[in-house]
Structure formats: structure tokens, C-alpha cells
């Protein structure tokens, strides 16, 4: 079998076995879906916010390549530990941003929950992350769900691809975690969970 699913999964099995250069070959061939999903973070983020999809995908690169090599299995695990890799050096850079200006830097979200009339509203990029965390706690496969449905703007099926789960389960999780942070978002700091 050839083409970027396989030359991901060769170039996963190298950088585990110690071949430093194939983080890079990696992040190389997959430039394109990681410039993409940095693109969709970055969406979500204030406007003039002063990281370039490419620079995001650069210190992604950085980060993995001074890190021990994980432990992944093919092209789409490497992408959803790309997603939570990503969200975490964009809440320490709104972090910093945050500790210049001494304001809070806020994420506009539209979680769409019909049930309550949708919810449109802008939270610290912190108390997102803060609580994707606690969701990882207690769902950790919801709180991947929402990295790449909502972050990385994966459909259900390629969702479902990335995790190896069912497109039904994929739904049953998001409309979950959708609620759950819709919850945990509006909630008093002493209501959280």
C-alpha cells in the first residue's frame, strides 16, 4: 500500500525507533493537513491574533521534535495529537498575550445547541482549555471529539476514521460534549466540575 497514509505510518514507526529526521519528513508530508487545521484553530481565535497558520504549524514542529517520539499508531493519531498539541500552544501563547495586556483573550464558540436556542458567546481561551481538560477527565474521548470537530473542523466521518469509532458514536459524543461544555462554560466557578 502506497500514498500519505502509509508513508505516515513508516515515518511514525522511524521517529519512534529513533530516526529524529523523520519527525520532519512527517511534518513535511503532512504539511498541508496541519497548515489546514492550524488555519481552523486560528479561526476560532480574536481577530489580529499575531500567530500565522504557518507559524502554529512551525512551533508545532518544534515542540514534537524536541520531545521524546511518541508512541503513535498511523496518519490520523498523529493528526489528533497534532489537534491537542495545537490547542495547547495556542492557549500558553493567549496566556502570554494575556499577562502583557492584562486582559483576557476571548474565543468566540458557537456550540449550535438546538435543544437550548444555540449559544453564541466568547470565553477566555484559558477557561476553554481549562475545561476541555476537565472533560478529558471525564470523557477523553469526547473531549478528542471536540479537538477535531470543532478545532480542526473534521467532518463525522473523518472523525470517526481518525479514532476508529463509529460515525454514530462520533454523533452521540459531540452532541455530549457540546452540552457538557455548554454546562461547564456558563456554570459559577464554584458549580464547575
Not at 29 to 41: C, D, M, T, V, W
Not at 78 to 96: E, G, K, N, T
Amino acid at each position: 500500500m502506497t500514498g500519505p497514509n502509509s508513508g505516515a505510518t513508516q515515518l511514525l514507526r522511524q521517529w519512534r525507533n529513533g530516526d529524529e529526521a523523520a519527525c520532519g519528513e512527517l511534518i513535511a508530508l503532512l504539511y498541508k493537513e496541519l497548515r489546514s487545521l492550524a488555519g481552523s484553530y486560528l479561526q476560532a481565535e480574536r481577530e489580529g491574533h499575531t500567530l500565522r497558520p504557518t507559524a502554529l504549524v512551525h512551533e508545532l514542529y518544534l515542540k514534537l521534535a524536541g520531545s521524546d517520539p511518541l508512541d503513535l499508531k498511523d496518519r490520523g493519531h498523529f493528526l489528533a495529537i497534532s489537534a491537542r498539541q495545537m490547542r495547547r500552544l495556542l492557549v500558553d501563547h493567549a496566556r502570554h498575550a494575556s499577562a502583557q495586556k492584562r486582559a483576557g483573550v476571548r474565543v468566540d464558540l458557537d456550540f449550535d445547541l438546538s435543544a437550548t436556542g444555540g449559544l453564541a458567546g466568547g470565553w477566555n481561551a484559558a477557561d476553554l482549555s481549562e475545561a476541555l481538560d476537565r472533560l478529558e477527565q471525564v470523557d477523553a474521548r469526547a473531549a478528542r471529539i471536540v479537538e477535531l470537530r470543532f478545532f480542526a473542523g473534521l467532518t463525522d466521518e473523518e472523525t470517526a476514521a481518525a479514532l476508529d469509532i463509529s460515525r454514530a458514536t462520533v454523533r452521540r459524543d459531540w452532541d455530549y460534549a457540546r452540552a457538557w461544555l455548554y454546562a461547564e462554560l456558563t456554570a459559577s466557578p464554584q458549580d464547575r466540575r
